[in-house]
C-alpha cells in the first residue's frame, strides 16, 4: 500500500521556505550592519571634531596665559600632540596647570582612527588675532582643518 504523504499529518517547513526565511534574515541583517557602519563612522567625526575644539580651547588659553608658545614648538608646522607636546597642557608649563583632560595613549593623542593630532604653530600672531589650527585626517575623506580665531 503507498503512503500518500501529503495527508500524513506531518507539519513541518519545506526547504523552500526554510531558504526563503534564511535569505530574509540575511538581508535585513545586511541593511543593520550597513546601519551601524554609517552610525559608527559619523561618531568617530563628531568625536573627532569635539576633540579638536577641546585642543584648539586648550592650546588658546596657553597662549593668553603665557604670551608665547612652548619653546620646542614655536614656530612648528604640524607639530604632533605626542607625549612630550601634550605635556605642555599637563601640567609641565611654568605654572603647573593642567589645561586639558584627555586619555593619551603610548603615543599621545590620537584621533579615533589612531592618527595623531598635529598642531600648526607657525602662522603669524596678531595682538587680538591668534590663529593657530588643528589638522585631523578623516580616512577616505579630505583634511578637515579647524580654526580658532
Partial sequence: MKKNYRHSGRKGF?????????????????????????AKR?????????????????WNVYWLTFGKWPDSLNGATNAPMNVSNMSHLRGSNP??????????????????????????FSQTRTPGYDVYEACVAFPLMRRNKYENM
Fill in 95 to 120: 605654572m603647573n596647570l593642567y589645561l586639558i583632560d584627555v586619555k593619551l595613549s603610548s603615543k599621545g593623542f590620537e584621533d579615533p582612527w589612531g592618527t595623531l593630532y598635529t598642531v600648526d
Fill in 42 to 58: 559619523r561618531a568617530h567625526r563628531a568625536t573627532a571634531q569635539s576633540e579638536v575644539r577641546e585642543l584648539l580651547k586648550a
Fill in 14 to 38: 519545506s526547504l523552500v521556505e526554510l531558504l526563503t526565511v534564511i535569505a530574509i534574515i540575511g538581508i535585513l541583517a545586511g541593511l543593520t550592519m550597513i546601519a551601524v557602519g554609517a
